[in-house]
Each structure stands twice: as C-alpha cells, then as structure tokens.
C-alpha cells in the first residue's frame, strides 16, 4: 500500500514479486502500475471504501496472505486494514502514536523511558512567558517528517521568532497539525540510527548507523550515515533495548521500524520511532550477509516466513546531500569527479534542472544521495566527504512576481 511518489515502492515492489503475486495499491486518482500488475486505486482518507475495494479484490483474486505499507501513510491504512482481513499488524492508535512526536513522548514518559523535558505549544493561542525554560530547546511541528520545521532555539527571542517561522512552514504543509508544536530540551550527544524488525514485539537488529557529523542545530539535516557503527556491543544493546522498550511504549509489535537516537553519559534518548523502514533511496545500503536486501527482509517477515541475517562484509554509507540555498537548479558540475572517487558506488541527483529548492527548515526534501563502500567506515566516511566537495550546485535566484492594487 503505497502512497503517490514513495521512494520505497520501486525496490518493495521488485523484492515482493520474487516471493509472492503482489497487488500494487495507492491513493490517488490513477494507478501507479502498467497493466501488467495487478493495481487498485484506494482513497486512503476513506477507511469504508478501502475495505470495499479490498473485499472486491479478495472476491476476485482470493485472500491476501499481506499487507505492508509503505511511509507513514501506507502503514497507517494497512494496519487498520489488516485485522478485518485476520492478518496480523500493529494497531491504528501505535501508528498514529509513532507519527505524533507529542504523542510519542506522552507515550514513553508513561513507559518511564527516558525523555527530555517537554511541553506542547497551542500555536493559534497567545505564547505565555518562556524565559524560564531550560534552554537550549528543540522546536518541532508534531507530525512533519524529514527534519522540516525542526529548529533549535538559545533563548525566548529566538523562540518566539522560531515560532512565527513555524506558522509559516504548516500553513503550506499538505499534511501535519497546523495548531500545535513540541518544545523540548535539547539533548547534548553523539547521534546514531537504528534499522530494526519487530517480530512479535522482541526487536531484531538489522543495522546501527553513526551519523559521523554533529547534528547541533540550528536546523537538523540529516546527511551522512555510516554502517556497521563504532559503538561497543554493549553500547549497541543499550540502543537496541531502549528502543525496544520505545516502540512497546507505542504499542508497536510488528514489522520494520527506523529508530534515531543520541547517546551521552546519561544513557540512550530516543529521539523518534517509526513504524516503516528508513527513508529515501538509503536501503540500498543494507545487503545482508545472507545476499538479502532490506526489502527482502521485510517481505519475507510480512509473509510469516523466518528472518535469518547476518552481518554485511566491509562498510557502507550514504550522504543525503543537503539542498545548498533558495534557489532554481541550473545545474550540477563536478560529477564526473565525484564518482572517481575511490569508494564511491553511486551518485543519484535527484533534483531536475529548473526545479526550485527549498532548504530546511523550510525544505522537505534532499537533492540527491551519495552512496559509497569500503573497508571500514573511516574509509567510507572519508570517500563520501570528498565526493561531496567536488560537487558544485549553481542556482538562479526565484524571481516572484507581485501584484499591486
């Protein structure tokens, strides 16, 4: 179940038909499958009319023995979906929880997991006075992904300018809450991300990644990630118990989850938990020592088959290159020069050329992606870094125009 324009559905779809006879569903008004595929055209906002539709394909093609969504969205109606058809999946409530950052951390105090101070800001009422938190602070919309209207703030001016900054964001946002944001204490600390499988509410590890650069704001790109991780095992089974003990905290039982967290003397902070996958085109990174990719993984857990992993030879990473200005894409030089780079595997522009970027915090996507391979991550780490300094972004300035009365 695929919403229009998932980064995930190409692979997802390649690693289901090598294990079973899939049927591709998306929102929207056309399929997102030739006629070669079995398709159906689902309104994923209407819960009644899924059900219909599943009920007429089931009548046509027989019971489906899966449902997996893909993003947020697919794995929010697919877990409604799949109790009515008797297949297991994780309840509506622990996806939505894992989809609201105010929710989340409601839902992991009460656990007594680890969190920061926090408190939820209604943004259509009057701010009361601020001077007395404990800054610096995070502010965050509570249900945008992808780092978009993320902002660290020192002080109550600065927060009070975040805020005005944060109203603009959910004005244009298609989707998220437009009337409240989450305000937390920022935590000082290394950050990692953990790649996982829930299966029957025990957490499997499929990869830690070391994001080798600091994330200290005041926005909150992400940009390299780096497997296997340079923690110690005993640091690695911190991470994964607690986020163990986050994602049953949400009521999350079953399927992929993608975790990031910082760590400091205190311990292990989750910073968030979702129930899907990591994101982008940074899967490709993970094939596992049995030849399986992510995806693979995936699939073969949702049809109720065993898991069986190990850990990859050598190292891998990806840098999600971050959009460098306001600006219309002219072009993109030094390629050719970033891909002799020794280490490096691929370089994927995304962007087109004419194509307006738009930054963080604003921003709510990347320019393209750098993946590399090496022997360790040192190696990986320092062949995507000089990758990315050959790369030069020219932009034209967006000229708007203006209507006088």
């Avoid at 799949?82 to 989809?99: F, K, T, W």
């Avoid at 994330?215 to 790109?221: A, D, S, T, Y």
């Amino acid at each position: 179940m695929a919403p229009f324009g998932s980064y995930r559905t190409v692979p997802f779809l390649l690693a289901a038909q090598r294990q079973a006879d899939v049927v591709l569903a998306s929102d929207g008004s056309s399929n997102l499958v030739s006629s070669g595929l079995p398709g159906l055209r689902l309104p994923f906002h209407d819960l009644a009319a899924c059900w219909e539709r599943l009920q007429e394909e089931v009548a046509r093609g027989g019971p489906f023995q899966a449902l997996l969504g893909l993003d947020d969205k697919g794995a929010q109606i697919a877990g409604a979906l799949a109790p009515l058809l008797g297949l297991p999946g994780n309840p509506p409530l622990a996806l939505e929880i894992a989809r609201r950052k105010d929710w989340a951390r409601a839902a992991l105090a009460q656990a007594e997991v680890r969190v920061p101070w926090h408190r939820v800001l209604k943004l259509n009422e009057t701010l009361p006075a601020v001077s007395d938190l404990p800054y610096p602070l995070v502010l965050k919309p509570v249900a945008l992904s992808g780092s978009r209207g993320v902002m660290r703030v020192d002080d109550e001016s600065a927060l009070r300018q975040a805020l005005t900054r944060l109203r603009g964001i959910l004005a244009h946002a298609e989707q998220g809450v437009g009337h409240l944001a989450l305000v937390e204490q920022f935590i000082v600390g290394s950050e990692v991300a953990l790649e996982g499988l829930l299966v029957g509410g025990v957490l499997q590890t499929l990869a830690i990644f070391d994001k080798p650069e600091p994330l200290n704001g005041p926005f909150f790109e992400e940009t390299y990630y780096v497997t296997p991780s340079r923690l110690d095992p005993t640091r690695a089974e911190a991470v994964r118990r607690e986020v163990e003990r986050g994602a049953r905290a949400y009521g999350l039982a079953e399927g992929p989850i993608h975790a990031e967290c910082r760590l400091n003397a205190e311990g292990v902070w989750i910073i968030e938990i979702a129930a899907r996958t990591i994101g982008g085109l940074c899967g490709r990174l993970l094939r596992f020592g049995t030849g399986y990719s992510l995806e693979d993984v995936v699939i073969s857990h949702a049809l109720g088959e065993p898991v069986e992993t190990k850990a990859p030879e050598g190292a891998a990473g990806v840098l999600m290159i971050p959009i460098p200005g306001l600006g219309l894409l002219k072009r993109v030089e030094g390629l050719m020069e970033a891909d002799r780079v020794p280490g490096i595997v691929e370089i994927v522009i995304d962007a087109r050329e004419g194509q307006e970027l738009v930054p963080l915090p604003e921003g709510a996507s990347y320019l393209g992606f750098i993946f590399a391979r090496g022997p360790d991550p040192e190696s990986v780490y320092h062949a995507l870094k000089t990758a990315h300094g050959h790369l030069r972004f020219v932009l034209a300035p967006v000229w708007r125009a203006a209507v006088r009365h």
